[in-house]
């Protein structure tokens, strides 16, 4: 949820700097990236809360315990390892899987380096809402879901059922799948995680059906109870070639990956980031936070390093 990355290689990159508003990250770099001699680190926030937890928490501790100025960019997920390459941003907190950046950075040319777990085991699958499974029990089959197609049809999925997907940017084999699978569905985007939750709260406040592309770890299943649907058993390769893939995603432990010089040259950030490793549950207390409790990023990474101090400091030393 290999996870959300970009399915077009032409997407808009946007820059969420200090108050700057939107910038072409492909003509302009953070003022603060590789910056020379001074205590600086640009951080590659992806759209996704769960990302946007790593970073604040990084932001916080960098800022309050070591003294470095951070600065934050949007970038979707391909787009990101080229600015991570050039420099342009110093690390990526949380990577779902992409192979052929690895060779091409990492192996190749070796301007990015790994930068070791983020601790967190990703997953996408589709789900279903948990109520849903309660008055049709075997729903939860992918073999049994024509037989359902008719309860998730919505005025966008064109007499289909509807398969909910998020945003186009973020990695899904979901069109392959309905078609190979040969699935009465069709893929509708909600056009961001954002969006893709208030519908799914929305369906869920009217205890409606709903099929949708959702991903662990995320704080939404706290809210809302959902069940997954069992696809072919996902197989080492099975999804090699995009358009055959007939298998479920597979489970991916997230990666974190740091500008080569940087990784070398970055002193005690480069460090602490090498370093920065928490669970799961850590994650989405922070995302919970964000999303449900409507605290800033700033506010919910204080929040939970006033409260985790053990963990943490731990990535200090």
């Keep these: ?4 990355t970009t399915l077009t290689a032409a997407v808009a990159l946007l820059a969420l700097t200090t108050g700057c508003g939107a910038a072409d990250m492909t003509r302009q770099a953070s003022p603060f990236a590789n910056a020379q001699g001074a205590k600086t680190v640009t951080l590659s926030v992806q759209s996704w809360v769960g990302a946007q937890s790593n970073v604040a928490v990084a932001q916080y501790l960098l800022e309050h315990e070591l003294g470095y ?3 934050t960019v949007q970038v979707d997920e391909v787009p990101a390892w080229d600015a991570l390459s050039q420099g342009r941003v110093d690390a990526i907190m949380e990577d779902w899987g992409h192979p052929d950046q690895e060779q091409r950075y990492v192996t190749d040319k070796r301007t990015i380096a790994r930068g070791g777990d983020l601790g967190v085991t990703g997953h996408i699958g589709w789900f279903v809402p948990t109520y849903l499974v309660k008055q049709h029990p075997d729903i939860t089959d992918w073999r049994n879901l024509n037989k359902y197609a008719s309860l998730f049809r919505t005025p966008e999925s064109g007499g289909k059922g509807q398969l909910m997907d998020g945003s186009p940017s973020y990695v899904t084999n979901d069109k392959a799948l309905v078609t190979n699978l040969k699935l009465d569905y069709q893929v509708v985007f909600a056009g961001s995680e954002a969006a893709q939750i208030t519908q799914i709260r929305q369906f869920a406040k ?11 770890p995320q704080w ?4 809302v109870p959902m069940t997954e649907v069992k696809l072919p ?7 090699a070639d995009t358009a055959k893939v007939a298998c479920a995603y597979p489970q991916t432990p997230l990666q974190k990956y740091l500008n080569a010089d940087f990784a070398k040259d970055g002193g005690k950030a480069a460090a602490f980031l090498k370093k920065f490793r928490w669970t799961t549950e850590d994650q989405d207390q922070v995302s919970l936070m964000i999303a449900d409790q409507k605290l800033t990023p700033q506010e ?16 200090l030393s």
Excluded: I, N
Excluded at 1 to 4: E, G, L, Q, W
Excluded at 206 to 216: I, N, Q
């Design 300 to 315: 919910a990474a204080k929040k939970w390093a006033d409260s985790h101090p053990q963990v943490w400091k731990a990535w």
């Design 1 to 4: 949820m290999s996870r959300r």
């Design 220 to 223: 939404l299943f706290k809210k």
């Design 69 to 71: 100025r951070v600065d």
């Design 233 to 239: 058993a996902y197989k080492e390769g099975c999804d």
């Design 206 to 216: 009217e205890r409606k059906p709903f099929l949708t592309y959702w991903y662990t």
